[in-house]
């Protein structure tokens, strides 16, 4: 199912990635990439719209990953599923990083 892989892929890249978004973003690269979930020039166009609105980088990028995937699998809720699905993925190791220390 697409949107287990697309929790699954983010909280990979959320748990294993130290730095910020940007240190993300080669990861992201290769795994959308690899995943025929984007193309180069598309993936170009996440990055803009990621950095131009306001937020977290990573956040902001998993979110319109997802938008777009779970948007290829139809309709405007699968796409709000599918945003969900990614920007979980990568919130979660670090909130239960933190819960751990605290």
Do not use: D
């Given at each position: 199912?697409?949107?287990?892989?697309?929790?699954?892929?983010?909280?990979?890249?959320?748990?294993?990635?130290?730095?910020?978004?940007?240190?993300?973003?080669?990861?992201?690269?290769?795994?959308?990439?690899?995943?025929?979930?984007?193309?180069?020039?598309?993936?170009?166009?996440?990055?803009?719209?990621?950095?131009?609105?306001?937020?977290?980088f990573?956040?902001?990028?998993?979110?319109?990953?997802?938008?777009?995937?779970?948007?290829?699998?139809?309709?405007?809720?699968?796409?709000?599923?599918?945003?969900?699905?990614?920007?979980?993925?990568?919130?979660?190791p670090?909130?239960?990083?933190?819960?751990?220390?605290?």
């Amino acid at each position: 199912m697409i949107f287990l892989e697309l929790f699954y892929v983010f909280f990979l890249i959320g748990a294993f990635t130290f730095g910020g978004g940007y240190a993300m973003l080669p990861l992201i690269q290769e795994q959308v990439l690899n995943r025929g979930w984007a193309q180069q020039e598309e993936l170009i166009h996440f990055i803009a719209v990621s950095e131009s609105t306001p937020g977290p980088f990573a956040i902001n990028m998993a979110t319109y990953v997802g938008s777009v995937v779970g948007g290829q699998q139809g309709g405007v809720l699968m796409s709000i599923f599918g945003s969900f699905c990614a920007t979980m993925g990568v919130v979660v190791p670090s909130f239960v990083i933190i819960l751990i220390v605290a």
